[in-house]
């Protein structure tokens, strides 16, 4: 439980929030590469720490974010012209580059020396594992681009699910890092079977454990922190433990234990104090890794199906979800298709900003208390001059991954050799030990 102000300082990012101006000691998502795919095509509106913008791709093929009200009088650059290395403001004709560079004033006379004067705020980029990313700090002292972990070859695949939702990042963020609920809340999803670790079909994720209260471990680190779930597995469980171990990379990635085919990440951007950008990867070798369009069916996350054209869910609490409680009576556990919209249900029914003050944690709670104790601690230490959490010399070693595994109860955990699931018989690709990626 936390005090309301606690409770603040953890949620708010807008403006001057102590949060926000951590978070933005990172490079931070704001779109996916697919929604600018084409050279002078569409912009598209993006929000980031309740900042507007606009991000396209011009003529040459490079991608701008810019803020998305014009510097002239104001109106919005998503309507803009995409043209000849600029985006074109309709109401005056103003036009800037993705550098920020005022190209052109028509309403101006030519002599006025105006364009020279004047520049458009505009943020540095990368593309990189399928995602456009914006450097929102200092523009004086922009880092260089640090691959995420789910991301961290160009040769793997990565297929990503986007959903916007309206609820605060940290509820999503909790929810992603809290291995206990996956045994209720998903259990028709990810169902209990006789395997020797977790695998995946087409239509279910199988887990070796009917074990609903796991034992919670966790081992704080300079990047966030990893965390076992220790289960009885099905088979021999008087030798051995059923291990999932999740890591938290600060400030809103979680790497999810993987099943045998691939591995599990997601990344929760706030759009603002009371929305969240989710986005759900699965990510790994080319030939076992899901297609993107098969991995958001699976998911139930497909625009124009479960999604409008903006990403927001059609699944809502005026509509229940879609609930289908003759499934339930049937023996589905929630009657709501795709286990990440099980989630979103219960994330969006905590009301925008989750009122921690009136919660009853428990033991299977852990990873939640060392989550908001680590972040409040993280952000107050930021504020008297620390480097940001998971920044520098802090960031997440290449060595680090998520794991799933059935163990005999003499092994530690911390110490266990994970590796990230890749196909059978071939060997990782290599990763350097800071794996940075020139921008």
Same mark, same amino acid.
């Given at each position: &439980? ?16 102590? =949060?926000?101006?951590? &978070? ?71 036009? =800037?580059?993705? /550098? ?24 540095? %980029?990368?593309?990189?594992?399928? &995602? ?7 523009? *004086?002292?922009?880092?260089?681009? +640090? ?27 909790? !929810?992603?890092? @809290? ?14 079977? +006789? ?5 995946? %079909? /087409?239509?279910?994720?199988? +887990? ?32 051995? /433990? ?9 400030? !809103? ?20 104090? $009371? ?42 609490? @005026? ?7 003759? #499934? &339930?009576?049937?023996?589905?556990? $929630? ?9 979103? #249900? ?44 998971? $920044? ?17 109860? %003499? ?9 990230? %699931? ?5 060997? *990782? ?11």
């Amino acid at each position: &439980m936390l005090s309301e102000e606690e409770n603040e300082l953890l949620c708010r990012v807008e403006g001057d929030a102590p =949060m926000g101006r951590l &978070m933005r000691q990172h490079w931070t998502p704001v779109c996916l590469v697919e929604e600018v795919s084409e050279a002078d095509g569409a912009p598209v509106k993006a929000r980031v720490l309740g900042e507007d913008l606009v991000v396209f791709r011009d003529s040459d093929g490079r991608v701008g974010v810019l803020a998305e009200a014009c510097p002239h009088r104001g109106p919005s650059l998503v309507l803009g012209r995409n043209e000849e290395g600029g985006l074109r403001c309709l109401y005056h004709g103003w036009k =800037m580059d993705v /550098d920020g560079n005022v190209l052109e004033m028509a309403s101006e006379p030519a002599a006025s020396g105006m364009t020279e004067k004047t520049k458009h705020k505009a943020y540095p %980029t990368k593309e990189w594992g399928g &995602m456009v990313w914006g450097w929102f700090g200092a523009q *004086d002292a922009v880092p260089e681009f +640090r691959a995420p972990a789910w991301a961290p070859t160009a040769d793997v695949r990565v297929s990503i699910a986007k959903v916007l939702l309206p609820c605060n990042w940290a509820q999503v963020l909790e !929810g992603a890092i @809290d291995s206990a609920h996956s045994s209720s809340l998903h259990s028709s999803d990810m169902v209990p079977a +006789r395997v020797d670790s977790a695998k995946a %079909t /087409d239509k279910t994720w199988l +887990r070796p454990s009917t074990d609903k209260a796991p034992r919670m471990q966790v081992e704080r680190t300079s990047y966030g922190f990893r965390y076992a779930a220790l289960r009885r597995p099905i088979q021999n469980a008087g030798a051995n /433990d059923y291990v999932r171990s999740t890591v938290f990379v600060a400030p !809103g990635t979680a790497l999810i234990p993987p099943n045998n085919l691939y591995n599990v990440a997601n990344v929760n951007v706030p759009i603002d104090d $009371t929305n969240t950008a989710f986005y759900f990867i699965a990510w790994g070798h080319p030939a076992q890794t899901p297609e993107t369009d098969t991995w958001r069916t699976f998911l139930r996350q497909t625009v124009g199906i479960d999604l409008d054209d903006r990403y927001r869910p059609l699944r809502n609490e @005026d509509n229940r979800f879609w609930q289908d409680r003759q #499934a &339930m009576k049937a023996g589905n556990f $929630t009657g709501i298709s795709g286990f990440p919209n099980q989630d979103v #249900a219960m994330w969006l029914t905590m009301g925008p900003i989750a009122d921690r003050t009136r919660e009853r944690l428990g033991a299977s709670d852990l990873a939640i208390v060392e989550f908001r104790r680590q972040m409040i601690d993280a952000v107050r230490a930021f504020e008297n001059g620390a480097p940001a959490i998971g $920044t520098a010399e802090g960031a997440i070693p290449s060595s680090v991954c998520a794991f799933q595994a059935i163990v005999p109860k %003499t092994t530690d955990w911390r110490k266990y050799e994970a590796r990230f %699931t890749w196909i059978d018989g071939q060997q *990782d690709p290599e990763i350097e030990p800071s794996y940075l990626v020139s921008r």
